[in-house]
């Protein structure tokens, strides 16, 4: 793993979203832009596991995942191959949103109360909607729009499997940000509601 390169690949995403999303405004809403980072990062994951384990060892998506789907039949992906990105790795996407509480000096989430909450919400009206929390437009919205346009610049700087670590250390850099004009903490939960959110999503049969 070559991780210059990994931030190197971050700020690039990073500056195109950015520029994306001022949309001529001098500054972007610091809460929507951890939302939509943190809506990338988690199904960075997802898609991760799917080239490590579909593509490259020819499972089948009911062997790597546990799926629900819902009454309106959309798929919701969870299991442990997911949470390992998210949470257990070394260069988890949890690890780098740490990483910037940290340098902020402030404390991070309860991470198991925003899985609760997750789970609790999937398929409900209040799922892809971080709580107490007012942003310009729902997760599934950030991913569905930004996810294959930043793809492009990603693949050149992440090998198979890494890329939840690029979107990690691009979300890093935006709750850092953000961390300047809003609680820290906050914004690490914003992230990390967003990141595990859309790590369960069917991106195809997104709205």
Known sequence: MDITKLQKGADAVLERLINAMRGGREEVHPQSLVCAVGSLAGYACQKDVRVMFMKKNGLSEDKVFTIMTDKQGRKFYFGDLINEPLVNEKYSVWSMIGGAVKQRGGSLPDVNDIFRYISYTVGGENFGRPRACQ???????YLKQLWLPLAEIASKFAEDGELHILYGIALQKAVFA?????????????????????????FNALP
């Open 178 to 202: 953000a961390g300047g004009s809003m609680n820290v903490t906050e914004a690490a939960r914003i992230a990390m509601e967003s990141a595990v959110s859309m790590s369960k999503v069917d």
């Open 135 to 141: 942003v310009g437009e729902p997760m599934s919205f």
